[in-house]
Structure formats: C-alpha cells, structure tokens
C-alpha cells in the first residue's frame, strides 16, 4: 500500500512537472533564502546610512544605484540563484514584479491590511520557471524613517531632478513609515 501511495506521488509529481521535495529540503531553502534577504538588508543599510550621514541623499542615491544591484548581483553568482528586490511601485523598472511576485506582493498587502506584522510577511513556494521547477521566495521589506528621504513625499528639489534624471518613470515616491516598500526576492533552481 504505501508502495502504491509512493507510486501515485511521484506520478502526482511528475506530471505536475514538479520533484517531490522533501520538507526538511524546502526547510533548508527557506532559511538559505532567509540569510541571504538578511545580508541584502543588513549590507545595503550599512551603506546607505554612512553615505546618507557623510554626503546626503543627494550622493546617496549612487549607493542605491549601484550598490543595491552590485549586491544582488554578487549574492546571485554566489548561490547560482536570483536575488534581487521588487515593489509594486518600482523606481528602477528592471524590479518590476513578474505574475507570481505580483501576486505575492498584492497578498503582503492584503495581510498587512488584516493585521498581521511586517516581519511575518514573507512566502514560498515551488513553481515552474520558464518551464523549470524552482523554489521561489519573497520577504516584505517596511519603509523605515531612513526611507523617506527618497521614498517619500516632498523630497528636495536637487533629489526630485538627480531621480528624475536616472528613473524617469519613477513610482516610488509618496510611501510613509510603516509601508511594505516591497520585497527581497530569491528563486533557487530546483535540480
Ligand atoms: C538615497 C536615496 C534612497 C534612500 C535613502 C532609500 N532608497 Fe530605496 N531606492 C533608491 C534608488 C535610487 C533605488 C533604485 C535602485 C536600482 O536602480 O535598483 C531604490 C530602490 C529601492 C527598492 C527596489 C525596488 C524599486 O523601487 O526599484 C527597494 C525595495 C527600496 N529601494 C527600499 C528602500 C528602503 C526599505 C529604504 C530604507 C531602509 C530605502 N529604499 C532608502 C534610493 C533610496
């Protein structure tokens, strides 16, 4: 009998083009994915605040252009993963969420709605990529005071015209403390 049950999922899982995952494996992916949305915050604010506090946001903004994408870049050839960040109202239009991460979003902001705290709302979940399985997985990043200088309303002109002039279709403005910003965001390829 439990041969058959056996049988049955992995038939189950395969022609839902899925492997079976283990739970303890997916554990491990969860927390892998955790680490590196940690280290992605922790590297990126440790950054911005000396530039903010030594050259002002005006400066900073290079450390957000560049910096954010060289870390991404770098924890995305480290693991052979993705990595990256994404908002339903992206400033750089190359972090706009693809259908299964604007589906996340839209839910972080339904369950942010319905009470349940920021550092609750984060997801996962196997699903194809481009016709591959892989584990995908995205953690709710708040809008901290910090954040306002450059996400939120009235910013500085000198700011208003240097963004304007690197993300002409800007949409991340306007946020107020408390927000979900947007989301880390890594996809392991499944073997
Ligand atoms: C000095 C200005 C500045 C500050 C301060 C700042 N950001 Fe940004 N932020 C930017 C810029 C510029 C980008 C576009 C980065 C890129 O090109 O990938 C960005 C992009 C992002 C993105 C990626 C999605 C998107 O909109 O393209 C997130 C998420 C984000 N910021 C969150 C935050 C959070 C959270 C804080 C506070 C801890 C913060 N930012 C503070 C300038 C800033």
């Known amino acids: 009998m439990r041969t058959l049950i056996a049988a049955i999922m992995a038939a189950t899982a395969m022609a839902s083009g899925h492997p079976a995952i283990a739970a303890d494996d997916i554990e491990a992916r969860v927390e892998a994915s955790r680490a ?50 994404t908002s339903l109202k992206p400033r750089n239009p190359a972090n706009t969420p693809d259908a299964w991460q604007r589906t996340v979003l839209t839910r972080f902001e339904t369950e942010k709605a319905a009470g349940k705290p920021m550092a609750a709302l984060e ?21 901290g005071e910090v954040c306002l200088s450059c996400h939120g309303s009235n910013l500085v002109p000198d700011l208003t015209a240097k963004l304007a002039a690197l993300y002409p279709a800007d949409q991340a403005t306007g946020y107020t403390l408390g927000d979900i910003r947007g989301a880390f965001t890594v996809t392991q390829p499944l073997p």
Not at 123 to 143: H, L, N, Q
């Open 123 to 143: 997801s996962w979940e196997v699903v194809d990529v481009d016709g591959k399985p892989a584990f995908r997985y995205m953690k709710a990043i708040p809008t």
């Open 36 to 85: 590196v949305a940690k280290d992605f915050a922790q590297t990126l604010q440790q950054a911005l605040q000396t530039a903010l506090a030594t050259d002002g946001p005006v400066a900073a903004i290079e450390v957000c252009n560049v910096a954010a994408p060289a870390i991404a870049a770098q924890q995305s050839s480290a693991h052979g993963w993705q990595v990256g960040r």
